[in-house]
């Protein structure tokens, strides 16, 4: 509908503009009353019409009068309608049909297909889909925005793609499970609630307060990144259990090449976390892959997070070592220093005052060094001290063993089996030396495997030159014949004694308080733990280093794709320094077979080369490392580790459906409400009522003062005046 009509606009009040109309009238009228030469009457009425139409022109100006044309009419208020067509909508089974929710959706719209049709009367309705944009372009991308659900994004995009921004409503159909952002969805609802425009959602699924899910999950396994040959290692395993109450489930741990574990979980809760060890031990020597997977429940949801993988490198140069002692400070921080050495397996047995060791910790086929602390001889068995001397004799093992106030005194190994063994002979003066004792090392020692501690034997002498004394020692000690002292106190009294017994080595302290070397303030603990792993290593036999020694190091076995993995190629030679000049080949072998070539630099910081890499898709990759140098081969080190995606989408099969009854809380000033997909007859049903239609209504002016014949009338009006008062010599 249309009307037209004639509006004026005047630049002041039309009161004003009356005023000065009358006020120019009147002063023209009096302005011809009287003239200075006698014209006619009729002359007078000309010059005072022309003078009239002149003013009447400024008039019309002043008051600005324009032809308007209004147009009215009805438009249809845009309706927005947003489906989730996310993963977790399309692989989520939990509807009250058995289907997955989107098919579920699919069957709502198709049941409420007439009310559409009927809405689609009332409202430009609009359908979208969503995941972690409105979905579009080709299926590829499609396919790959599905594995996240952005519901901010999502209702602000289709909000203001929306061809009249004054929309009537938002309708949100999912399950709530957003993973990608921001925009918060919360916050973009409340922006559309002070616009007046109503969100309404419609939730599909289950969530935490009816979910009945049955969901097993491993969330996370664990396992040593070296471990050595027949020596076990655990692997722990974090499994979640949702919906299982009472149902047992068997978790398997299995790992190529060797046997199976199984161990069964009662599930006590209705959502429950449970932790689990596995012992592993390694049979060959290589990389092993170490899967923990729980079986499948009846009626589970997901199957595909119900194993986790991580790899462990086993090497055989290890040493394995039984350390048996009593609670005190120096078993405390030898077990620390062993424990963080890389081929170093420790086994701490602590002995309670009166107790023995019980037999089957001293069966030597498990280890290949034991060391004896500050124990007396009613600790161990005759027939435990007979076969720790038979091991150390005939099948090679270590010993070292610490004397002090228990083990050097009466009631230690004096009149033993164990004394057989060792580099000294108890003599009647045996006493404990009063005073602080320094540990020394002669230059010509100074290069033993188990006391080295710099690049040059004058630097080690110095390095233990420099380190805090020990507070007493054992005096009083006779040497064996072929024994050999590597360090002594001020007084000359040995502190550190070694020989060989039969096949073994066995290697002597005569002192027990090392661990002073930890309180001190120049940096001595490296020197302490650097002792304690030469010393060890040479007991066992193991001091000799091939040349070219090469291993890599990863600084995770499991990761997610995208993350960033530090890759360290150790290169080390004889003297156990760090060879820089070495040439490399690192390389990565990705889960498709593209291997490609790894830059690297070497860190004085990290003692080793460095390289950096992220994994760009899931799945297992293998790094790869050979060195040269001068044409001399130096050798060559793999690994793996297996890169995954973080399935956000199906990492929680509950339904988010508090965060849609959020988003519809923050619009209810504009009339949001939530409903569950089982009810959306009755939100169709609202929108049916709430459509009126919307009124817009178009105005155009034209301006009839603003135009050149009216100032050319007026021009006229004025000049021909003028003229005219000028021919009758008016002027």
Known sequence: MEETGLVLRPFINLWIVL???????????????????????????LLLALRFCAIALVLVCLLRPSLQTTHHELARRPLVLLI?????????????????????????????????????EQYDLVILGFARDLLAGEAQEREAAANYSAYGLAIQKAFAEMTNSRSDAVVVIGDGSHNWGPPDPVDVAAALNEQGVAVFTVGVGQDQATSELRDVKVLDISAPKSALLFTSFPVRAAVMFRGCQGLPVKVRLDSPGLPSTERTVIVAHSEETVPLEFDVVPEKVGEYRVTVSA?????????????????????????????FDVTRPESKFIARSLQGAEHVDLRRVLI??????????????????????????????PSQML?????????GKGLVVLLSQRSGGRHGW???????????????????????RQFRVALEDATHPALTLAATGQATVDAWDNLPPLAGAVAGLQLKRGATVLASDQDDNPLLVVHRAGRGRVACLLADTTFRWFFTERDTQDYHRRFWRQLAMWAAGREEKPPGRLWIELSKAQLLVDEELKIKLHLAGRDDQPIRDAQLALRITSPGGETADLAYAFSRQEGAYVAEYSPSSSGEYTVSGEATRDDQFLGRDSCHFHAHSLDLELEDPIADLKLLR???????????????????????????????PLKLTT???RDIWDSWPLFALFAACVVAEWTLRKWKGLV
């Open 387 to 395: 076969q720790i001397r038979r091991a150390v004799q005939e099948e």
């Open 699 to 701: 105005r155009k002016r």
């Open 295 to 323: 079986e499948a429940v009846p009626n589970e949801i997901l199957q595909d997070n119900n194993s986790r993988s991580t790899f462990v490198k086993v090497i055989s140069s290890g040493v394995r070592v039984a350390f």
């Open 84 to 120: 989730d067509q996310s993963r977790s909508m399309k692989e989520i089974n939990d509807t009250a049909s058995g289907v997955s929710r989107l098919e579920a959706v699919n069957h709502l719209l198709e049941e409420n297909k007439s009310r559409l049709e009927a809405l689609k």
């Open 414 to 436: 004096r009149g033993t089996a164990l004394e057989d063994l060792l580099p000294v002979r108890f003599a009647g003066s045996v006493r404990i030396a009063t005073g602080k």
């Open 662 to 692: 959020r988003i519809s809380a923050v619009t209810k000033e504009a009339g949001g409400r939530y409903y569950h997909y089982l009810q959306a007859d009755e939100l169709f049903r609202s929108l049916e009522e709430r459509g009126e």
């Open 352 to 381: 309670l005052p009166g107790q023995k060791l019980p037999p089957a910790q001293t069966e030597m086929e498990r280890y290949d060094v034991a060391i004896l602390g500050d124990l007396p001889a009613s600790a161990l068995l």
């Open 19 to 45: 005023v000065l109309a009358l006020l120019f009238g009147a002063f023209s009228v009096a302005g011809y009353a009287r003239t200075t030469r006698p014209v006619s009457r009729r002359f007078k009425l």
